[in-house]
Protein backbone atom coordinates (compact mmCIF):
# COMPACT_ATOMS: atom_id res chain seq x y z
CA UNK A 1 0.00 0.00 0.00
CA UNK A 2 1.18 3.54 -1.17
CA UNK A 3 2.42 6.10 1.91
CA UNK A 4 0.66 9.30 1.53
CA UNK A 5 3.08 10.52 -0.19
CA UNK A 6 2.94 7.95 -2.67
CA UNK A 7 -1.27 8.32 -2.96
CA UNK A 8 -0.39 11.96 -2.88
CA UNK A 9 1.81 12.28 -6.20
CA UNK A 10 -0.51 9.44 -7.64
CA UNK A 11 -3.73 11.81 -7.30
CA UNK A 12 -1.49 14.97 -8.72
CA UNK A 13 -0.94 13.03 -11.61
CA UNK A 14 -4.44 12.14 -12.20
CA UNK A 15 -5.30 15.58 -11.32
CA UNK A 16 -3.50 17.00 -14.36
CA UNK A 17 -4.43 14.69 -16.50
CA UNK A 18 -8.12 15.44 -16.05
CA UNK A 19 -8.02 19.10 -15.94
CA UNK A 20 -5.07 19.76 -18.41
CA UNK A 21 -5.46 16.91 -20.78
CA UNK A 22 -6.36 18.96 -23.82
CA UNK A 23 -3.18 21.05 -23.42
CA UNK A 24 -0.56 17.81 -22.99
CA UNK A 25 -3.00 17.03 -26.19
CA UNK A 26 -1.87 19.76 -27.80
CA UNK A 27 1.43 19.98 -26.81
CA UNK A 28 2.23 16.34 -27.98
CA UNK A 29 0.86 17.50 -31.44
CA UNK A 30 2.98 20.23 -31.68
CA UNK A 31 6.21 17.50 -30.46
CA UNK A 32 4.37 15.22 -33.36
CA UNK A 33 5.49 17.43 -36.03
CA UNK A 34 8.34 18.60 -34.46
CA UNK A 35 9.54 15.44 -34.31
CA UNK A 36 8.09 14.81 -37.78
CA UNK A 37 9.97 18.07 -39.79
CA UNK A 38 13.40 17.27 -37.92
CA UNK A 39 13.01 13.83 -38.74
CA UNK A 40 12.44 14.55 -42.37
CA UNK A 41 15.54 16.95 -42.13
CA UNK A 42 17.74 14.59 -41.42
CA UNK A 43 16.69 11.46 -43.66
CA UNK A 44 16.05 13.92 -47.18
CA UNK A 45 19.76 13.07 -47.80
CA UNK A 46 21.45 9.94 -49.03
CA UNK A 47 24.13 8.96 -46.28
CA UNK A 48 26.39 9.37 -48.94
CA UNK A 49 25.48 12.78 -49.26
CA UNK A 50 24.80 13.62 -45.84
CA UNK A 51 28.25 12.42 -44.39
CA UNK A 52 30.32 14.54 -46.63
CA UNK A 53 27.53 17.47 -46.10
CA UNK A 54 28.45 16.46 -42.20
CA UNK A 55 32.07 17.17 -42.64
CA UNK A 56 31.78 20.46 -44.56
CA UNK A 57 29.35 22.22 -41.59
CA UNK A 58 31.84 20.38 -38.70
CA UNK A 59 35.09 22.33 -40.65
CA UNK A 60 33.07 25.15 -40.50
CA UNK A 61 31.87 24.96 -37.07
CA UNK A 62 35.59 23.21 -35.50
CA UNK A 63 38.05 24.72 -38.26
CA UNK A 64 39.96 21.62 -37.67
CA UNK A 65 40.14 19.15 -40.78
CA UNK A 66 41.38 15.99 -38.71
CA UNK A 67 38.28 16.54 -36.25
CA UNK A 68 35.76 16.98 -38.78
CA UNK A 69 37.39 13.90 -40.80
CA UNK A 70 36.97 11.72 -38.01
CA UNK A 71 33.15 12.73 -37.30
CA UNK A 72 32.70 11.73 -40.86
CA UNK A 73 34.41 8.79 -40.28
CA UNK A 74 32.58 8.04 -37.03
CA UNK A 75 28.81 8.49 -39.16
CA UNK A 76 30.55 6.23 -42.23
CA UNK A 77 30.87 3.56 -39.47
CA UNK A 78 27.47 3.91 -38.09
CA UNK A 79 26.02 3.66 -41.90
CA UNK A 80 28.54 0.64 -42.51
CA UNK A 81 27.62 -1.13 -39.37
CA UNK A 82 23.68 -0.86 -40.53
CA UNK A 83 22.17 1.45 -37.39
CA UNK A 84 22.00 4.69 -40.10
CA UNK A 85 18.26 4.78 -39.25
CA UNK A 86 18.55 4.02 -36.17
CA UNK A 87 20.92 6.52 -35.65
CA UNK A 88 18.55 9.07 -37.62
CA UNK A 89 15.83 8.32 -35.18
CA UNK A 90 18.04 8.50 -31.97
CA UNK A 91 19.89 11.96 -33.43
CA UNK A 92 16.03 13.35 -34.32
CA UNK A 93 14.77 12.93 -30.80
CA UNK A 94 17.98 14.03 -29.05
CA UNK A 95 17.86 17.43 -31.00
CA UNK A 96 14.05 18.26 -30.27
CA UNK A 97 14.84 17.01 -26.85
CA UNK A 98 17.70 19.48 -26.35
CA UNK A 99 15.66 22.69 -27.95
CA UNK A 100 12.92 22.08 -25.81
CA UNK A 101 14.57 21.48 -23.19
CA UNK A 102 16.54 24.83 -23.69
CA UNK A 103 13.73 27.08 -24.44
CA UNK A 104 12.26 25.53 -21.10
CA UNK A 105 15.68 26.19 -18.87
CA UNK A 106 17.27 29.06 -20.18
CA UNK A 107 14.23 31.62 -19.30
CA UNK A 108 14.59 29.19 -15.88
CA UNK A 109 18.15 29.99 -14.88
CA UNK A 110 17.43 33.52 -15.77
CA UNK A 111 14.81 33.98 -13.77
CA UNK A 112 16.76 32.47 -11.05
CA UNK A 113 19.79 34.64 -11.43
CA UNK A 114 17.17 37.95 -11.21
CA UNK A 115 15.62 36.25 -8.48
CA UNK A 116 16.66 35.64 -4.89
CA UNK A 117 13.21 34.59 -4.39
CA UNK A 118 12.95 32.16 -7.00
CA UNK A 119 16.44 31.28 -6.88
CA UNK A 120 16.12 28.48 -4.02
CA UNK A 121 12.81 27.10 -5.76
CA UNK A 122 14.39 26.80 -8.56
CA UNK A 123 17.49 25.10 -7.72
CA UNK A 124 15.61 23.22 -4.97
CA UNK A 125 13.54 21.41 -8.67
CA UNK A 126 16.46 20.98 -10.31
CA UNK A 127 17.62 19.09 -7.38
CA UNK A 128 15.00 16.88 -7.27
CA UNK A 129 14.82 16.25 -11.50
CA UNK A 130 18.34 15.91 -11.90
CA UNK A 131 18.50 13.05 -8.67
CA UNK A 132 14.94 11.56 -9.14
CA UNK A 133 16.09 8.09 -11.36
CA UNK A 134 15.58 8.18 -14.63
CA UNK A 135 13.10 5.39 -15.11
CA UNK A 136 10.16 6.86 -12.68
CA UNK A 137 9.80 9.52 -15.73
CA UNK A 138 8.76 7.12 -17.90
CA UNK A 139 5.65 6.22 -15.75
CA UNK A 140 4.07 9.75 -15.87
CA UNK A 141 5.28 10.14 -19.56
CA UNK A 142 3.29 6.87 -20.32
CA UNK A 143 0.52 7.96 -18.68
CA UNK A 144 0.29 11.66 -20.24
CA UNK A 145 0.87 10.57 -23.71
CA UNK A 146 0.83 6.91 -24.09
CA UNK A 147 3.83 4.57 -25.70
CA UNK A 148 6.07 6.26 -28.55
CA UNK A 149 8.55 8.75 -29.52
CA UNK A 150 7.00 11.20 -27.90
CA UNK A 151 6.60 10.46 -23.87
CA UNK A 152 10.28 9.71 -24.76
CA UNK A 153 11.69 13.16 -25.52
CA UNK A 154 9.11 14.27 -23.03
CA UNK A 155 11.12 12.43 -20.41
CA UNK A 156 14.28 12.79 -21.75
CA UNK A 157 13.74 16.67 -21.67
CA UNK A 158 12.84 16.72 -17.71
CA UNK A 159 15.73 14.93 -17.15
CA UNK A 160 18.43 16.61 -19.09
CA UNK A 161 16.90 20.40 -18.51
CA UNK A 162 18.89 20.93 -14.30
CA UNK A 163 22.53 21.42 -16.17
CA UNK A 164 21.06 24.41 -18.28
CA UNK A 165 19.24 25.64 -15.60
CA UNK A 166 21.94 25.42 -13.26
CA UNK A 167 24.50 26.93 -15.60
CA UNK A 168 22.56 29.87 -16.95
CA UNK A 169 22.34 30.78 -13.58
CA UNK A 170 25.50 30.62 -12.54
CA UNK A 171 26.68 32.04 -15.76
CA UNK A 172 24.72 35.80 -15.55
CA UNK A 173 25.66 35.90 -11.44
CA UNK A 174 29.04 35.70 -12.44
CA UNK A 175 29.10 38.83 -15.09
CA UNK A 176 31.51 41.77 -13.19
CA UNK A 177 29.35 43.96 -11.00
CA UNK A 178 31.08 46.89 -13.30
CA UNK A 179 29.46 45.49 -16.18
CA UNK A 180 26.25 45.27 -15.01
CA UNK A 181 26.72 49.07 -13.24
CA UNK A 182 28.00 50.39 -16.54
CA UNK A 183 24.70 49.20 -19.04
CA UNK A 184 22.48 50.93 -15.97
CA UNK A 185 24.77 54.18 -16.19
CA UNK A 186 23.96 54.14 -19.76
CA UNK A 187 20.40 54.34 -19.39
CA UNK A 188 20.01 50.38 -20.45
CA UNK A 189 16.31 48.57 -20.12
CA UNK A 190 16.41 45.02 -18.16
CA UNK A 191 16.00 43.14 -21.11
CA UNK A 192 19.04 45.25 -23.03
CA UNK A 193 21.07 44.69 -20.58
CA UNK A 194 20.37 40.64 -20.15
CA UNK A 195 20.65 40.72 -24.32
CA UNK A 196 23.97 42.76 -25.06
CA UNK A 197 25.96 42.26 -21.77
CA UNK A 198 24.86 39.49 -19.35
CA UNK A 199 23.86 36.62 -21.95
CA UNK A 200 26.76 37.33 -24.10
CA UNK A 201 29.20 37.10 -20.77
CA UNK A 202 27.38 34.24 -19.74
CA UNK A 203 27.26 32.40 -23.09
CA UNK A 204 30.30 30.03 -22.43
CA UNK A 205 28.77 29.16 -19.64
CA UNK A 206 25.14 28.64 -20.89
CA UNK A 207 26.92 26.32 -23.87
CA UNK A 208 29.02 24.25 -21.28
CA UNK A 209 24.74 23.51 -19.87
CA UNK A 210 24.01 22.63 -23.35
CA UNK A 211 26.87 20.74 -23.98
CA UNK A 212 25.82 18.45 -20.99
CA UNK A 213 22.47 18.61 -21.88
CA UNK A 214 22.85 16.90 -25.28
CA UNK A 215 24.91 14.15 -23.32
CA UNK A 216 22.12 13.37 -20.86
CA UNK A 217 19.57 12.90 -23.72
CA UNK A 218 21.62 10.49 -25.29
CA UNK A 219 21.52 8.78 -22.09
CA UNK A 220 18.19 8.91 -21.36
CA UNK A 221 16.88 8.30 -25.30
CA UNK A 222 18.19 4.78 -24.75
CA UNK A 223 16.15 4.21 -21.70
CA UNK A 224 12.79 5.62 -23.33
CA UNK A 225 13.57 2.89 -26.31
CA UNK A 226 11.77 0.92 -22.76
CA UNK A 227 8.59 2.57 -24.19
CA UNK A 228 8.00 2.50 -27.78
CA UNK A 229 10.96 5.36 -28.17
CA UNK A 230 12.91 3.42 -31.09
CA UNK A 231 15.85 4.55 -32.56
CA UNK A 232 19.56 3.06 -31.36
CA UNK A 233 17.47 2.29 -27.90
CA UNK A 234 15.13 0.14 -29.28
CA UNK A 235 18.45 -1.85 -31.05
CA UNK A 236 20.19 -2.06 -27.65
CA UNK A 237 16.97 -3.27 -25.61
CA UNK A 238 16.16 -5.60 -28.73
CA UNK A 239 19.75 -7.16 -28.00
CA UNK A 240 19.09 -7.02 -24.18
CA UNK A 241 16.22 -9.19 -24.44
CA UNK A 242 18.08 -12.01 -26.91
CA UNK A 243 21.31 -11.27 -24.74
CA UNK A 244 22.73 -10.55 -28.20
CA UNK A 245 25.95 -9.39 -27.66
CA UNK A 246 26.70 -8.17 -30.93
CA UNK A 247 23.87 -6.18 -31.53
CA UNK A 248 24.26 -4.60 -28.10
CA UNK A 249 27.96 -3.29 -28.77
CA UNK A 250 27.28 -2.22 -32.30
CA UNK A 251 24.04 -0.27 -30.86
CA UNK A 252 25.70 1.17 -27.99
CA UNK A 253 29.08 2.04 -30.36
CA UNK A 254 26.78 3.55 -32.24
CA UNK A 255 25.30 5.82 -29.59
CA UNK A 256 29.23 6.91 -28.33
CA UNK A 257 29.92 8.02 -31.78
CA UNK A 258 27.15 10.48 -31.91
CA UNK A 259 27.69 11.25 -28.15
CA UNK A 260 31.83 12.06 -28.94
CA UNK A 261 30.74 13.53 -32.64
CA UNK A 262 27.61 16.41 -30.13
CA UNK A 263 30.11 16.63 -27.66
CA UNK A 264 32.89 18.22 -30.29
CA UNK A 265 30.70 19.94 -32.33
CA UNK A 266 29.48 21.66 -28.81
CA UNK A 267 32.67 22.19 -27.45
CA UNK A 268 34.06 23.80 -30.53
CA UNK A 269 30.97 26.10 -30.77
CA UNK A 270 31.58 27.26 -27.29
CA UNK A 271 35.01 27.77 -27.59
CA UNK A 272 34.35 29.84 -31.19
CA UNK A 273 32.21 32.02 -28.53
CA UNK A 274 35.14 32.87 -25.90
Not at 167 to 173: A, C, E, K
Not at 189 to 195: H, I, M, N, R, Y
Amino acid sequence: MASPIGAFAEELVDFIEHFFGWLLTLFSDILDLVLDFVGSILTYLDPIIFIPVLVIVSLLITKRLFMSLLIGAAFYIIYWMGYWNSAMATLNMVLVATLVAVVLAVPLGIWAADSEKANPVIKALMDFMQTMPAFVYLIPAVIFFGLGVVPGVVATVIFAMPPVVRLTNLGIRQVPPEMNEVADAFGSTGWQKLTKVQMPIAMPSIMAGINQCIMLSLSMVVIAAMIGGGGLGGDIVYALNRIDVAVGFEAGLAVVLIAMTLDRLTQSFKESRT
